[in-house]
């Protein structure tokens, strides 16, 4: 288990006592927010709140070359002009990277991880890694780092999404935590910090759901608690391609915070809120937030254009 000095406080709620539910939003500043962003952020706020639980907001900028200039700054921007109150410190992976160079090394002690000098060009097509390198014992240094996985099946129902299984083996192969040019990955970032913060569900887009197995697997291996994961459908333009920002989707308009949020929660098939202040229209919304009511399927078609 990780040093408990690299751990944060856990949340309470909004009554300041302790929570069986901590949810968070955890966006990725490789980009402004657009609507798909915001439909995220609204669900994970509300299915907290609705369960008297604690709700944080994690910027994901590990992948430093990627950050787009000024995306964090309209994150933070955002979330006041919607009016979301997380319970604790916004936290920045960036600021981070030595918790999650001292994990790779517990597993390096392990014997979880190794090193592992094959290019994209080397592998070519295929998507599963054969394991060329376990045995090599290379030196860490300036290689991609590698999580061994095992012939195991992982499963976890999804209150949404339905039943999900993978053999991480056979279907994927061991998996890269740190890239050969230093990056920290997504994948072990995301698990370090789930963990640290209490998180105990997550929600999220259905985009991130194949990174599910993934992600399980490690906190198995680190010995962190299970967490429970809702992946919402995807908002989609008119061309039929999902929001986000390698598509190019429109930024959020923060001038327009009230009317954005009837359009999210109206997205999440939630019942209407009167329009008002954003605090108010999403303590209407909480007050009569189902989870239930959201469609179980991978996309929205047509929601925002």
Known sequence: MLLSNASLPLPLNQEGKEVNYVGRFAPSPTGPLHFGSLITAVASYCEAHAHQGSWLVRIEDTDIPRIYPGSEAHILRAIDAFEFDPDTDIIFQKDRLDIYEDVIQQLHAQGLVYACQCTRKMLGSNHIY????????????????????????????????????????????????????????????????????????????????????????????????????????????????????????????????????????????????ELDRPARMLQQAVAQWSSTYIPHQTMLEGIYT
Not at 151 to 157: C, E, N, P, S, Y
Not at 184 to 190: F, G, K, R, S, W
Not at 212 to 241: C, F, K, S, V
């Open 130 to 273: 054969q394991g060329t390198c376990r045995d090599l014992q290379l030196d860490l240094a300036h290689q991609a780092i590698r999580v061994k996985v095992s012939d195991q099946v992982i499963q976890f129902t999804d209150p949404i999404q339905g039943t999900h299984q993978s053999n991480l083996k056979f279907d994927l192969g061991d998996f890269v935590l740190k890239r050969r040019d230093g990056i920290i990955n997504y994948q072990l970032a995301v698990v370090v910090d789930d963990h640290l913060q209490g998180i105990t569900h997550v929600v999220r887009g259905a985009d991130l759901l194949d990174n599910t197995e993934r992600q399980i697997w490690l906190g198995q291996l680190l010995g962190y608690a299970p967490l429970q994961y809702m992946h919402l459908p995807l908002a989609m333009n008119d061309q039929g391609q999902k929001l986000s920002k390698q598509n190019m989707a429109e930024a959020l308009d923060l001038s327009q915070p009230s009317q954005l949020l009837q359009r999210a929660l109206k997205a999440l098939h939630q019942p209407e809120v």
